[in-house]
Every structure is written in structure tokens, then in C-alpha cells.
């Protein structure tokens, strides 16, 4: 089976590098040029990175990273980057994730927290369905007290085409636990990451 599984992923690499051909072809360019020769292998490389995230595992990816702490305070990492790819058009949006939880005994090494939206942004996606699967993520590895994720961010597919708004953002939230029935967390959370926050 896993050999089965290798095999297929050769042909699949072999015919995203065809499509690209007949790309190049469909929009009235020639892909002997020698601007484009690599470039369908460049393509194949660029998308098998920015969908790195459909192989990616949330356990691995947190690798025992959990330590027994008696700290109650908010965990806030803020202003993580994110790029990912819009599902309807295949077009880049790009922003930034603010995700904050509130232990239950447990914190998470932070350099997790920004793998695990990596996990998620590197998949072809829509930003409301990202915003949670990065929050019950981390309710799920963690079980904390509540867990909130705000996602502001700009998408090519609303600038360069269609209604072409350069200034647009789309926020999205998702809030679990502590976040979503206290509203003197949520206020905290919220007033932490508009401070200093572009």
C-alpha cells in the first residue's frame, strides 16, 4: 500500500507539471520559452509547499510540547503571519492571526502556536472555516479554559479581481470556553491585540 501510495503521488506531480503546460498554452503563451521552460515544475514545488498542510500532523507537529504549569494568566501570541490560498480562486490572502488561550494546567511551547496556523493556512481554504479549525486545534491538544483566535486579513481575489477593493480586510474570530462566557476575557483578550497592533 505504501508503495501504491508513492507511485501515485509520481503520477500526480507528472500531470500538475501537464497542467501547467496546458495553462501556459490555454492563455496564448508558449511554454518553450525560455522564460517558462521551469516553470511548471517552479508551479508543482510552489503548490506542494503552500499545501503543505494537508500532510501535516497536529500531533507531530506539537511533538510533546506540553509542560504542567499551575499559571492561570491569558497566553496571547500575537500578529502571526499567515499566507494561504483562497479555495474559489486559488488566489493568495495574507494577514495576520491573533490566537490566545487560557491554560487549565497545561501551556504549549509557543513556537507551536504559529505551526499550528501554518498547518491550517497551507491548504486551500476560506478564512472563516481556518479561524476555527485553529482554535478547536488547540482546545483539542490542550484542553485549557477557552481558547480565542481573531484573523484579520486581505485577499487577492477581492483586490485584483471581481469588486477590486485594495483596502479591504476581512476579520474573523472564533471564540471557545472562557472567551465565549466571560465577557471581561474576551474585552481583555481583545483590548491585547488591538494595542500596537497595525
Known sequence: MEWGNRSWRRVRRFDLEQEVINILKEIGE????????????????????????????????????????DSQGMVLV???????????????????AHVGYIPNKKIIGIS?????????????QVQERMTEQIAYALMEVLDPLGVAVVIKAKHLCMMMRGVEKQNS?????????????????RSEFLDLIRTGST
Open 30 to 69: 508558449d511554454p518553450n520559452r525560455e522564460g517558462l521552460i521551469d516553470t511548471p515544475k517552479r508551479v508543482k514545488k510552489a503548490y506542494e509547499f503552500l499545501t503543505s498542510g494537508y500532510r501535516a500532523n497536529i500531533e507531530t507537529i506539537v511533538n510533546n510540547a506540553i509542560f504542567e504549569e
Open 78 to 96: 500575537r500578529d502571526i503571519e499567515l499566507y494561504s490560498l483562497c479555495e474559489h480562486h486559488m488566489l493568495p490572502f495574507f494577514g495576520k
Open 112 to 124: 507551536k502556536i504559529p505551526r499550528i496556523v501554518d498547518v491550517f493556512a497551507r491548504r486551500l
Open 169 to 185: 480586510e476581512l476579520f474573523t474570530s472564533c471564540m471557545l470556553g472562557e472567551f465565549k462566557t466571560n465577557m471581561v476575557t
